[in-house]
């Protein structure tokens, strides 16, 4: 599976902007698909996911924020984020765990495929 982000970008503080990732195949009927982000000097972290089922799953820092979302007829998978915040400046890249459960839903160890990474960054 082979996936693109697209839609990064520059923004300021309070404004929005929306991220796409391009799967090359079918991914929404198993596992989940999910958001992380990577910021500078930091380590890479969970930031929202929908599983097969279209549930969805966030992390506290961005919940009520961001929203995730996907088309499964092109096999496309989104992330909304209004209310931009500085600390939301990162690297943020698409995964998918085909076999993956719920109590690893977090765990970047837990998804076998990545995207090549989008960069937003929020200015003050």
């Known amino acids: 599976v082979q996936l693109v982000e697209f839609g990064g970008g520059s923004v300021q503080a309070g404004g929005s902007l929306r991220l796409s990732c391009a799967a090359s195949?079918?991914?929404?009927?198993?596992?989940?698909m999910s958001w992380f982000r990577q910021g500078p000097g930091k380590e890479r972290e969970f930031v929202a996911a929908v599983r097969y089922s279209g549930a969805t799953y966030y992390a506290d820092s961005v919940k009520g924020r961001f929203t995730i979302s996907r088309d499964k007829s092109e096999n496309t998978l989104y992330l909304q984020m209004n209310s931009l915040k500085p600390e939301d400046t990162a690297f943020y890249y698409c995964?998918?765990?085909?076999?993956?459960?719920?109590?690893?839903?977090?765990?970047?160890?837990?998804?076998?495929?990545w995207g090549q990474g989008t960069l937003v960054t929020v200015s003050s």
């Open positions: 195949e079918r991914t929404f009927s198993s596992g989940a």
């Open positions: 995964a998918y765990g085909r076999t993956l459960i719920l109590s690893t839903l977090r765990d970047v160890a837990a998804y076998a495929y």
